[in-house]
């Protein structure tokens, strides 16, 4: 890969990957405040057990950045036409350590005089491997089934979406509703973004991986089942899906036809 095109897939990685990052750091330093605040309240701010939570939700932290720089980087890929290489899993990687460094080493993030403080960097070690194996099966998947890949000839299924579409209101509110045609591969990119971006964690994991077993279904028998798994795993984001309901509903119908 020549040097031009990597650096157009690094800038738009980090773009990306800042959004993220962001997001991310904000809930997650939230999260800590409210976590240790619960232990203060029992006693328990100096104990092995808040040491142990804290590390859970960094790791949780680490694991949703180092997969939101792959997805990036994936898509960086995509959208400028390079061929996917080793270059992801380095970048992770990296990152990964990066985190847990940065994370672990921080005087400030525990409260001074806990016994096992000592210990919080290998908490994140053991809590965030994985996170590469993760990110390898996810380059496959792509590589088969590319994210952005170009509408493929012959004949599309077009769905139409209702919803409050993304609009720029200065000083009013917007109650005008979009309606949306898009074929089956851009409902499921839609899907995926939307999840991505607002769903964060192994929560996010999981309703993708169920969300990835639907869009390989489509077509087949196993559509109705695989479709009433992704909705269980994403039964507490029913808002974010519901313009897409009518589009799954439809889809449902013509598996079972």
Known sequence: MDGELKQKIVTHADKAYFAEHQKSLRETTETVRRAINSFAAKGKVLSGEMV???????????????????????EGYELYGGEIDNFIQVQANELRWDLI???????????PGVPASDMFESFLVQNTAGILETIECEIERRKVIP??????QGVQNIYHLHGNNSRVNIN??????NVVNITTQELFVHLRQLLSENVNGETQTR?????????KAQNTPTFGQRYAEFIAA???YTT???????????????ALA
């Open 240 to 254: 974010l899906l519901t313009p897409f309901m009518p589009a799954l509903a439809e889809m449902v119908k013509k």
């Open 172 to 177: 009013s509110t917007d109650h005008s509703v």
């Open 101 to 111: 460094r940065a994370i672990g080493r921080d005087p400030h993030l525990l409260p």
């Open 207 to 215: 309703i993708l991986e169920k969300l990835d077993a639907l869009e």
């Open 52 to 74: 142990r939570e804290i590390a859970r939700i960094e790791s949780d932290h680490i694991k949703t950045l180092v997969l939101a720089k792959a997805n990036a980087l994936l």
């Open 234 to 236: 994403a039964a507490n």
């Open 147 to 152: 994210k952005l890949s170009k509408p493929q």
